[in-house]
């Protein structure tokens, strides 16, 4: 039996932030990781150059059933912590739309960073926790290294989101095995699918891409839309994603600015003897401008084309509702939503109120950022928080 002073489950982003604010305070860590390599999530985001935080976080960039649970650790370690961590380290790096921050070089260079302040951490990988349990004021984890004892014991496993990575449901399980409850996850930031009828009204518009405004109930998000061949992508639709429930329908503009009644009508004026689909072209991309024509069975010149009809077009282009089928799934989910549920945590320590030396961080938390480096700093800063007390 091997003796620390804290063992980390999981070797990502808020794990190993926790072990580097730990050993600063010359903690004895332990860091126990089921995938052959630490960082697995860093090392795929941003299409392999880590959108590692974002210039502009607030507590309402996140979804929780705890919305302000939050803003304590935000508030002491904030994304420019992070950043001035990144320049210490020689990292180079660029923004991005909505101020998305990437590394010019790889995704690497954030493990490596991590890795370099973690000096001195005992890190094991491709290991597997058999069993946790707790004897008075100490936490056995048993492995296939060996077994292992601490008086403090954080998990930092994440959610089941991209099971390749070696995601699983671990860190919920722990926290059921020791009376805390869990807040039902669901993939969050993922595509969504259409039933077979939706999708063959969009047969042949598969790859087509624009700016678009979603809107679900009071929540609105502005960004790329892109249609696929199960249903429809972009940063937009996987904003919107982790809102959405079974059953939703979310509201489209596929010309956010643009009254398109008002310009159908000035054109029938202008254009008259222009077919209906070439001035809508004159905006929309082809394929969709004339599949949205169809629809409405308004195809022919402007002038024969009534108030009526425009109106009816108007309305699926400004307002088109549609009612996904599903979604992707945790195959492809960037992130899970849901989690530990936060009332059964301290927002100061991330300690298990009613499980001295137990803590939770990351997204094993009910925690979810919105997608462009959110999730990166709430991985960073409930590490930090942690760290420094467990």
Request: hydrophobic fraction near 40%; charge should be positive; glycine fraction near 10%.
């Amino acid at each position: 039996m091997q003796d620390f002073d804290i063992i980390i489950i999981g070797a990502g982003a808020a794990g190993l932030m926790c072990a580097v604010e730990a050993n600063k305070r010359k903690r004895r860590v332990l860091v126990l990781e089921r995938a052959s390599k630490v960082g697995q999530k860093i090392r795929i985001s941003g299409g392999g150059r880590a959108n590692f935080t974002n210039r502009h976080v607030s507590d309402s960039d996140f979804l929780s059933d705890n919305p302000r649970f939050c803003i304590s650790a935000l508030k002491r370690y904030t994304q420019h912590d992070f950043i001035a961590l990144v320049e210490k380290h020689g990292i180079s790096y660029h923004e991005r739309d909505h101020g998305q921050l990437f590394c010019d070089g790889s995704a690497q260079q954030i493990i490596d960073l991590l890795m370099d302040e973690a000096r001195g951490v005992s890190i094991q990988t491709a290991a597997t926790v058999r069993n946790v349990s707790k004897d008075e004021n100490t936490f056995t984890v048993k492995t296939d290294r060996g077994n292992f004892q601490a008086p403090s014991l954080v998990i930092a496993t994440g959610g089941p989101s991209i099971p390749k990575m070696g995601s699983s449901r671990f860190g919920y399980d722990i926290a059921r095995q020791f009376g805390l409850k869990v807040i039902d996850p669901r993939p969050g930031l993922v595509p969504l699918t259409f039933d077979a009828d939706t999708l063959a009204s969009l047969d042949g518009l598969a790859g087509i891409s624009l700016e678009a405004t979603v809107r679900l109930g009071k929540v609105r998000f502005s960004e790329a839309l892109l249609f696929t061949h199960r249903g429809l992508s972009g940063p937009v639709i996987l904003q919107i994603s982790s809102y959405w429930r079974q059953g939703d329908t979310i509201t489209i503009d596929l010309l956010p600015g643009v009254d398109v009644f008002q310009y159908l009508k000035e054109a029938k004026d202008s254009q008259p003897k222009k077919e209906v689909r070439t001035v809508l072209a004159q905006y929309l991309p082809a394929r969709l401008a004339q599949r949205m024509v169809e629809w409405v069975g308004g195809d022919g010149r402007m002038a024969e084309a009534s108030d009526k009809t425009l109106r009816l077009l108007a309305g699926r282009i400004n307002a088109w509702r549609v009612t996904p089928k599903g979604s992707e799934g945790e195959r492809t989910a960037e992130v899970t939503v849901g989690g530990v549920d936060t009332r059964e945590l301290s927002s100061k320590t991330m300690q298990a109120n009613a499980v001295p030396g137990l803590y939770f961080i990351g997204e094993a938390v009910d925690v979810t950022g919105h997608l462009g480096g959110f999730n990166f700093q709430w991985a960073w800063a409930s590490g930090h928080a942690c760290g420094q007390v467990a």
